[in-house]
């Protein structure tokens, strides 16, 4: 049972550098999140995702883009990496229709130099 | 805007005592309430749940009744072990069961640590 994969498991940028994490689900679950989580701190909403072609924001979305063309796929752009971006992202998914269960990815390690 | 507080960590335990970690939460409606555990290196799992008032959740001997008087929702073991040690996120969603697709909100959680 693959779940939720994230790749990569770990990533060092450059200031200014840009990048994607990527985001697979075999579940075939509609919803699907990305959070951040940053030292001694409980996880926060960037953007998710009801469907294909369906994205909105969530907490904190400044500085991410995000695109949904498939059921399976939710990746995770930084365009401009900043500092402030050093963190843990974690992906997310869930089925429609049931209490807000969500399974989670092993997580993205990055750190913005 | 909805919230979540839990107890500071790190928390240190010896083998076989009783745990508590407490978890308190601002939301309006009915929220759902979720415990998630996270092993080093790993993502979050989900631990136990409990969707109304009253109702208690419960899994691999933890346990948390949802409180709606007190707005809590602690965690308790009555005997823990040394691979219960990892972090435990409090959490809630704040749509009615079955609906909105809206993101959980996490404690900022806390760390358990079992000396053997």
């Known amino acids: 049972n693959a779940g939720v994969t994230q790749t990569p498991k770990f990533r060092i940028l450059k200031i200014g550098q840009s990048m994607t994490l990527q985001c697979t689900q075999d579940m075939n679950h509609n919803y699907m999140y990305w959070y951040r989580q940053d030292p001694g701190m409980g996880l926060k909403l960037i953007y998710y995702?009801?469907?294909?072609?369906?994205?909105d924001k969530g907490e904190v979305p400044n500085g991410y883009n995000v695109s949904r063309s498939t059921t399976e796929d939710f990746p995770l752009r930084l365009e401009l990496a900043a500092p402030s971006q050093t963190s843990v992202y974690f992906c997310?998914?869930?089925?429609?229709?049931?209490?807000?269960?969500?399974?989670f990815g092993a997580g993205t390690r990055l750190s913005v130099l | 805007g909805n919230s979540v507080t839990q107890m500071e960590g790190p928390v240190t335990l010896s083998e076989e005592a009783f745990l508590t970690i407490n978890c308190t939460y601002t939301?309006?409606?009915?929220?759902?309430l979720f415990w998630y555990v996270q092993y080093p290196g790993e993502g979050l799992q989900l631990l136990l749940k409990a969707t109304k008032a009253d109702d208690k959740g419960s899994n691999k001997g933890f346990e948390a009744t949802y409180r709606k008087e007190t707005t809590s929702f602690h965690l308790e073991k009555g005997s823990v072990q040394v691979s219960d040690s990892a972090v435990y996120f409090c959490?809630?969603?704040?749509?009615?069961?079955?609906?909105?697709?809206?993101?959980?909100?996490f404690g900022k959680g806390t760390h358990l640590i079992i000396q053997p």
């Open positions: 997310a998914s869930r089925d429609t229709g049931t209490v807000n269960i969500q399974y």
């Open positions: 959490a809630l969603s704040a749509s009615y069961s079955g609906g909105g697709a809206d993101g959980l909100t």
């Open positions: 939301a309006t409606g009915y929220p759902s």
């Open positions: 995702s009801v469907g294909a072609g369906i994205t």
